[in-house]
């Protein structure tokens, strides 16, 4: 029932936000499917972080990733690494409704955990 261009004005979700004193700004998100969303992920870089979706990633097209302006389109995705201050910007689109996780490799007993509801 889709008509048009899916992925040409995407839905902003709330960037998520990962600090060095272990935590960050939002725990849970709610898509629905066949939605163009811009998920930007930041951290200030005091911290090594990796956020891990790999339920997610599996479970959604993904149009792009851009770091630092440079474009990757990838065949799929397991995580995103912070080694340094930056922010990293993923637009998907899910194709299927599910309770899906993330969390920051090593901090989940921190709380730096969520998770996306998918309808």
Not at 23 to 49: C, K, P, R
Not at 67 to 85: A, C, H, T, W
Not at 93 to 98: H, L, N, Q, S, T
């Amino acid at each position: 029932l889709a008509e048009g261009n899916l992925a040409s004005v995407p839905v902003t979700l709330e960037p998520l936000e990962l600090s060095g004193d272990w935590t960050m700004n939002v725990h849970e998100y709610t898509l629905e499917t066949g939605v163009y969303y811009h998920w930007a992920i930041s951290s200030d870089g005091q911290e090594e972080f990796a956020v891990l979706a790999p339920n997610l990633w599996r479970n959604v097209w993904i149009n792009q990733i851009v770091i630092n302006d440079l474009e990757v389109k990838p065949m799929g995705l397991y995580s995103v690494e912070f080694d340094d201050e930056g922010t990293i910007d993923i637009w998907f689109v899910p194709i299927r409704p599910g309770q899906y996780d993330f969390w920051v490799d090593g901090f989940e007993e921190r709380g730096m955990l969520g998770h996306f509801t998918v309808n």
